[in-house]
């Protein structure tokens, strides 16, 4: 990716905010943009485009577990457009994360299922997780103050 490209994630990234779980908290396009900048650094960055224009994108980073020195994947956001979503490009940059993933050398690739759509869509990407051998190792709790 590009450094240009960080403002193609960042125009996904707000569609992805408000379609989201997160959509009652401040979106911070600055602390989008320094993720991403970090993501392109250091980490995973990928976006997908169709006829020039960004349709999906993912971010993510390798962290040492809390407990541990060894290191696992964590992927921050994989979004794609509704009209995208039934195409095989998510699917081909979850191959390109899992990939990277490996060449780091983790032990383990941590993906989230945390939208605030259509509980389908959810249900859909699990399946597509545990085909690519995923599986659900629990469920998020949320309480908001």
């Not at 577990?65 to 995208?84: D, G, I, P």
């Not at 990939?99 to 859909?124: P, Y």
Request: charged share 30%; with cysteine.
């Amino acid at each position: 990716m590009r450094v240009s490209d960080a403002d193609k994630l960042l125009s996904l990234g707000r569609e992805m905010h408000k379609t989201s779980a997160y959509s009652f908290i401040l979106l911070d396009e600055n602390q989008v943009l320094a993720t991403i900048a970090r993501c392109m650094k250091n980490g995973f960055a990928w976006a997908g485009e169709k006829d020039g224009v960004v349709v999906a994108g993912m971010i993510g980073e390798v962290t040492d577990y809390w407990f541990s020195k060894e290191r696992m994947a964590m992927e921050y956001a994989l979004f794609a457009t509704r009209e995208c979503r039934n195409t095989r490009l998510p699917f081909r940059l979850l191959k390109k994360y899992i990939q990277w993933a490996k060449e780091q050398k983790v032990r383990e690739i941590m993906l989230g299922a945390s939208r605030g759509f259509d509980e389908s869509d959810t249900d859909k990407y699990g399946r597509v997780l545990e085909r690519l051998g995923f599986h659900n190792a629990g469920t998020f709790f949320k309480m908001r103050i």
